[in-house]
């Protein structure tokens, strides 16, 4: 799939780590030059780390601060890019992060922190980049396209997640925001799309696999029996951002070796 987002310009909210990560990763050496974005100055370094990785390999970017659960911030990290590389092409709404508490015991800034990051960033970066394609209109010189959007998702668009109810609302919200914005700009060729990955390896689910027993404890969950990886991903999002899936919008494309078919049911129920 070498170079078939070249010319392209892809923005990956929360990109110094874990799946943005690897998407900035992937994208670039597809041809993007990408916008590593990275929530606070604490976290400059591993984007930089990163955007050195996607140089090292002879692709192009820059990294971009921005905290995406803030209106400002958003606006001005779209403002920059526009006026640095004149447009943006893709849009990976990828920032995300969990705060798990038993529901009864959850506070309310768990249940904050986790909505505004997860959801509002999302809506805030999407509503951008949809008014970036609208003002800029059709670039048919590099996609048919006017713009494409993903949403990181989650299995857990689907599956309810006790202890988790904070991040698995956030991402049954990211459904209908999906749905509802493909219904909404698809007659402007703007497509949207969710990737709803399962148990990557990343920082976020750490519990789930850096001990034996945790990850054996997982692969009970997994029918293809292995952790995925943020080139798994990757893969997929190259896919998904290029004209290769040019009659895809409105989906959520599940990406979990098998979690979402219930290996729990083989023998029982
Ligand atoms: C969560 C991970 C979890 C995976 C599968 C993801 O959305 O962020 O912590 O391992 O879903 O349950």
Not at 6 to 25: D, E, R
Not at 175 to 187: F, H, K, T, V, W
Request: glycine share 10%.
């Amino acid at each position: 799939m070498e170079s078939v987002l070249k010319g392209q310009i892809a923005l990956i909210t929360g990109a110094s780590s874990g799946i943005g990560a690897g998407v900035a990763k992937s994208l670039a050496a597809a041809g993007a030059t990408v916008v590593v974005n990275y929530p606070v100055e604490a976290t400059k370094p591993a984007a930089d780390d990163v955007l050195k990785e996607i140089t090292d390999a002879g692709g192009t970017g820059i990294v971009a601060q921005c905290d995406v659960s803030k209106e400002d911030q958003v606006i001005k990290m779209f403002a920059d890019v526009v006026a640095q590389f004149g447009t943006v092409d893709i849009l990976i709404n990828n920032a995300g992060l969990q705060r798990d508490a038993k529901f009864d015991e959850m506070t309310l800034d768990q249940w904050n922190t986790v909505i505004n990051v997860n959801l509002t960033g999302q809506f805030l970066c999407a509503r951008e980049a949809i008014r970036e394609f609208l003002r800029r209109g059709p670039r048919p010189e590099v996609s048919v396209a006017t713009g494409k959007i993903i949403c990181m998702s989650s299995v857990h668009e689907l599956i309810p997640w006790g202890g988790h109810v904070n991040y698995a609302t956030s991402k049954g919200g990211i459904r209908m925001l999906m749905q509802s914005l493909a219904q909404e700009y698809g007659d402007r060729q703007i497509r949207v799309n969710s990737i709803c990955p399962g148990a990557i390896q990343t920082p976020i689910n750490r519990a789930a696999w850096e001990t034996p027993q945790a990850l054996n404890s997982l692969m009970t969950l997994i029918p293809y029996n292995r952790i995925g990886q943020p080139q798994d991903i990757g893969n997929l999002a190259v896919f998904l951002s290029s004209d290769l899936s040019d009659y895809i919008t409105g989906a959520s494309i599940f990406i979990d070796g098998g979690m979402t078919v219930f290996e729990g049911f083989s023998t029982n129920g």
